[in-house]
């Protein structure tokens, strides 16, 4: 017997989605079914990504959104649900980062890093909770309500790597936001759930791998490897659909078994 999860007739928004996990995570919540809505502030790409996701026939619409700007999350999110209908699942993946000591960061660099990762990341998610909170407090008997919030953290917001220690710090945030947003929405049926990616080769990274430093790194983790994108599919298709009912809270980590 098969087994397989239908996304169809939810509506996905997907911060971040110009490049990398996000792009990927689109693609993936898209092929189960689900209508995505492309957020980031690099329309062009966006709109790459939404001709490719269509070509294969499914439902894709971008937005302009920086997640910095508290205006901009709003308005992103209301022409969204304007244009697509109700949100179901965010996948709340913004994300930013500096290679620095601790000694060597600056006040524009911890702002940088925290604009996006924390307060942009929290704002993100309190709009669209907000609105599903709103469905579940006011929904017809019978309707679907509840949600489902996917907050991408990181394996250094575990486990505190030298030279990110800003980022770390920003994604230890992330880990206590969810926990935070699982304990008070989960009664109305809106699941909060992080995944703690670790070593994940990107077009951002791609390069690094290739160098020196990056194959020394890769001979230091577990199984000599990193991860691909599409590695984190089946994750994330779980954590936005109805199966995942059971799951509240959780910090899951996706590392290759980095952090054990």
Known sequence: MSYSIDLSGRVAFVTGASSGLGAQFARALARAGAGVVL???????LKDLRAQIEAEGEDAHVVSLDVTSIDSIKSAVAHAETEMGSIDILVNNSGVSTTQRIQDVGEEDFDFIFDTNVKGAFFVAQEVGKRMLAR???AAPG???????????SMAGLKVLPQIGAYAMSKAAVVQMTKAMALEWGRFGI?????????????M?????QSEQGRKL?????????GQPEDLDALIVLLASSQSHFINGAIIAADDGFGV
């Open 143 to 153: 309707t679907y309500t509840g949600g489902r919030i996917i907050n991408i953290a």
């Open 39 to 45: 957020a980031s502030r690099r329309m062009e790409r």
């Open 191 to 203: 699941n909060v759930n992080a995944i703690c990616p670790g070593y994940i080769d990107t077009e």
């Open 136 to 138: 579940a407090r006011g």
């Open 205 to 209: 990274n791609h390069h690094h791998w």
């Open 218 to 226: 890769i001979q230091m983790l577990p199984r000599k490897r990193v």
